[in-house]
């Protein structure tokens, strides 16, 4: 663990070592990472242990959610690492002809990495697998409110690698703060909008560029012609894994009113069926991370009536499953991201309702759709801005190497994942050669070249 006072000095080690140019090399990249695959493995059981003890997370769901998508992302990029750092060809314009042109990728330098506590293993490795694959140095500042995993990860980078070129810095709002000031060449920030305003601000001040990885308030819709047992399944699953506290989790459920109550019956039974008739004792459901999101999460719950759940257990930090029903757009569950096991319910009779009232809002960062009708999926995916999602399914948009993952307007800006997260991570840097062979004079001023220029760059 670095302390406040060493942080300073450990970003100019880092610098000096990607000077150094050690990272560069992409065998060398390679080699880091299976390190770091097979610290992973080895890591596994202390991960589970402390994911359940930060999270209540289920062994299946922290497997899922945390580490085997980390397993996946970390050997789809060592496969495909070496194509992607080749210099890639492009296209000579005619009034290039003679010359090459490519693109080189290369590593920004030294890059920070500030994870949230929500998946606080997944949303730290998974950042750090495509900077050490771009060939960069890394310093990782995990989340203080999952005290436990944040030490195993501190504990394994320490094990695995020198801190001049991958460390970790453990702490609170302050050392986030500290490092934030120092000269870093690339910030990559998983959290909440108003602390993503912050990292913004302060990256302005010395013109680092970021990624901001952020949420919002994601719409669930389910049209009239959806298949609703199974819709019911995929919504109760996507909503209340991890106790709701996940980014693209469906924050409010739009609803076709002719199916609003059949569907409402297929979820109650789809919560009982993954949680039981009593949540509040499945020693496998979701804590809340702490007293404050708690109090936040209950006082919604008086907000429209309860048609499911609604217990809560504050000694264990736990809320029950719950759909609130009776919801209109002012009311304070629908003025600010959820991030908890309370699901809101809209209805609605025509799509250009839906359209218009996700627009009159900021960009999500999700949306899902339940339709088998091609002509509704195709108007909500024309006529929607968001950073990603499913069509018939909820969150598996995140779980694939071969799409990118990000957010749009206030959901983020900047995507990762697979070759996405290379390219965040890598500046694109444009190189042409030209020949000496032979030399275009018309270019020059003063060879009367005018007339030939605007043939050749006519528009």
Request: aromatic residues 8%; proline residues 6%; contains cysteine.
């Amino acid at each position: 663990m670095i302390v406040n006072d060493s942080i300073e000095e450990l970003v100019l080690d880092q610098r000096r070592y990607f000077k150094s140019g050690a990272s560069r090399d992409v065998s060398f990249r390679i080699e880091q990472l299976n390190k770091l695959r097979s610290a992973l493995i080895s890591k596994e059981e202390e991960v589970l242990s402390a994911l359940r003890k930060d999270l209540n997370k289920s062994e299946q769901e922290a497997f899922t959610t945390e580490i085997g998508i980390v397993y996946k992302e970390l050997s789809y990029v060592i496969k495909n690492i070496r194509k992607w750092a080749k210099p890639r060809r492009v296209k000579t314009a005619l009034t290039h002809v003679g010359s090459r042109g490519k693109i080189h990728p290369e590593p920004y330098g030294t890059v920070l990495i500030i994870s949230p506590w929500n998946y606080p293993w997944q949303l730290a490795i998974a950042p750090l697998i495509g900077a050490l694959a771009a060939g960069n140095t890394a310093i990782i500042k995990p989340s203080e409110l999952t005290p436990t995993v944040s030490g195993v990860i501190s504990s394994l980078i320490k094990e695995t690698f020198p801190e001049q070129y991958v460390a970790v810095v453990e702490g609170g709002p302050d050392t986030s703060t500290r490092l934030l000031e120092q000269p870093m060449d690339y910030i990559f920030f998983t959290g909440s909008i108003p602390v993503g305003k912050i990292v913004m601000q302060a990256a302005a001040k010395n013109l680092i560029p970021v990624t901001l990885e952020l949420g919002g308030k994601s719409p669930c819709i389910v049209h009239e012609d959806a298949p609703l047992e199974l819709t019911a399944k995929r919504i109760i699953f996507g909503k209340f894994t991890n106790a709701g506290q996940t980014c693209i989790a469906p924050d409010y459920l739009l609803v076709h009113h002719s199916v609003k109550e059949q569907l409402l019956g297929h979820m109650r039974e789809a919560i009982t069926d993954f949680y039981g008739d009593s949540p509040l004792s499945n020693s496998d459901y979701g804590q809340i991370v702490s007293e404050k999101h708690f109090q936040r999460l209950s006082d919604f719950l008086n907000n429209g009536s309860i048609r499911h759940g609604g217990k809560s257990d504050a000694g264990k930090l736990l809320i029950e499953p719950t759909l609130l029903d009776d919801i209109t757009w002012n009311m304070p569950v629908m003025q600010e991201e959820i991030f908890g096991p309370i699901f809101p319910i809209l209805t609605y009779d025509h799509l250009d309702e839906v359209i218009a009232a996700v627009n009159a809002r900021p960009k999500p960062l999700a949306l899902y759709l339940f339709s088998k009708d091609s002509g509704v999926q195709n108007k909500i995916l024309s006529n929607i801005s968001f950073g990603g999602g499913c069509v018939n399914d909820t969150l598996m948009h995140l779980a694939t190497p071969h799409l990118p993952f990000g957010g749009v307007g206030e959901s983020g800006m900047g995507a990762y994942h697979g070759e996405h997260s290379f390219q965040t991570f890598s500046h694109m840097k444009s190189v042409l050669r030209q020949t000496n062979m032979f030399d275009f004079s018309f270019r020059y001023p003063g060879k009367n070249g005018l007339n030939l220029l605007r043939k050749l760059m006519k528009p």
